[in-house]
Structures are given as C-alpha cells and as structure tokens.
C-alpha cells in the first residue's frame, strides 16, 4: 500500500533533520505532500530544512528538540497535536559515530554516545506510542546500523548503542503488533552524509579512516531515505542495505564462527587500513 493510502492525514516527526539523512528523509516526504515537524538541536539547519520543504510541496513544521531530553519529545508530541490532530510516524534518526579502542574510551565519551544513539530512541518511542495506540495505527523507524548487526573493530561504543538500537527495536515489532503500529530497523554501512560532524575518537588515525570509508561509499542519503519509505509502505522490519551490508548480514547469521575468524584475520592484517589508503 502506498504510504499516503496508508496514512492518508500524511504527518511526520523527523529527528536530526537538520541535515544528511535526516534532510533527506524530509524531502522524500515533502514530495508526497506531507506535513514534516523537522527536529535537529540547531535552529539554523532546520530552518534551511523547512525552506526546502517548502520548495519540495510539503509542509514543515520547524522544532528544536534535543533527543538526549525526554521533555523535549513531550513537547513536541504536544506542539505536533495541537497543530495537526496527531502523528503517523516518528523517525529517530538523531545520531552520533566514534570510534577508539574500547580502554582508551573516556567514560564520560561512553556516557555522551548511549545518551545520543540509545536513549534519545527510548525517549522517542515512549512519548510517541500511547498516541499511536489510542489511534490504533502509527510507525516508528528507528536507524540504527549494519555495526549493531556485525561489530567493527575500534568502534566498540559505536557498536553497542546500534546493537541496542536492534534490540529495542525487534522488541518494539512484537510489542507494537497487536496495537497496528508497524516498525522498521535500518541498518545501512557506511554512506555519504555527515556523520562525521561530531564524530569523537581519541586516535586521529581513527577518525581518518571512518573519514576515507564514508569517502569511498557509493551510496547516498537520498537513496538511502528512499528505500525507508518502501519499507514502510510495505511495513518491513530490516532495512539492510546496501550489497555489502546484506553480504555481510549473511555472513555472520549462518557462519559465525568463519565469519568472526576472517574478521580478527583481517583486522591482524590490516587489510582495512590498506583498503582505504592509509
């Protein structure tokens, strides 16, 4: 079913919308006519995000929301009610990366990525699932990544926030079912966007190689945006994309042990500093 037949009254919260996937999100929207309430931390970036809705055919709906504050969802939630009568779906979209080897890790750098990739989508979910079960219909796209399905080395923090991310979700899925609330994971590889933006490491040479990843990737946010809209349309759960994710999803679920040996081979051979170029 086509996502405005779907959700005929056509509204979204979007969190992180102020750029990279989160934008891109907004504008896939915007061009189905919907009525986006674009999210980010800094007004600025949501006002441009607004005007391009605008420009796309939607209709935007500028809010400054910190995700690591459960109020600010609570507002939102109430400001979003007030304005359109309710909400069809909510995207966490809202995220960090870092990398660094798991006992050089700050604890306060542990404390700042679960708060921003695992809490702010406890915090989400719970402000926006009553409404959806009293209305008997909604769907909530929390993204997470291929990392929370198979684990990069130097990037244990990382990892274990999209892992949790997963499991909220899958918990969501059976949870959600019986009320008509649909739920979908996305867990992409690396893309283009700009995650690097606040990206935190205590090793520059980390940081250079999330940086020369990202540079190689050859998919876009916007491709990326796209296929979350099919997956709603047609209420899937995994989003695994692209090819090399799906390989890799394939790899570590029937072959494990194999999977996890050629990974610390790699890692001990450095091949992924070679592919990348440094």
Known sequence: MKINKKFPAKRVLITGAGCGLGRALCLEFATRGWKIAATDIDMKRISETAALVHEAGGSPLEIRLDVTR?????????????????????????????????????????????????????????????????????????????AGIASLSEMSSYNVTKAAAISLTETLKMELHPHGIGVTAVCPTFFKTNLMDQFNSPDERQRLLAEKMFEKSLTTADRIAGKIIRCVEKNRFYLVTPIDARLVWFFKRHFPEKYMKSMAWGYKAGLFDKYVGI
């Open 70 to 146: 459960p109020d600010d969802f609570v507002r939102a939630l109430e400001t979003i009610n007030e304005k359109w009568g309710g909400l069809d779906i909510l995207v966490n979209n809202a995220g960090v990366a870092a990398a660094g080897y798991m006992e050089k890790i700050a604890l306060d750098r542990w404390d700042w990525i679960i708060d921003l990739n695992q809490k702010s989508l406890v915090y989400g979910c719970r402000a926006a699932i009553p409404a959806f079960k009293e209305q008997g219909r909604g769907h909530i796209v929390n993204v997470a990544s291929c």
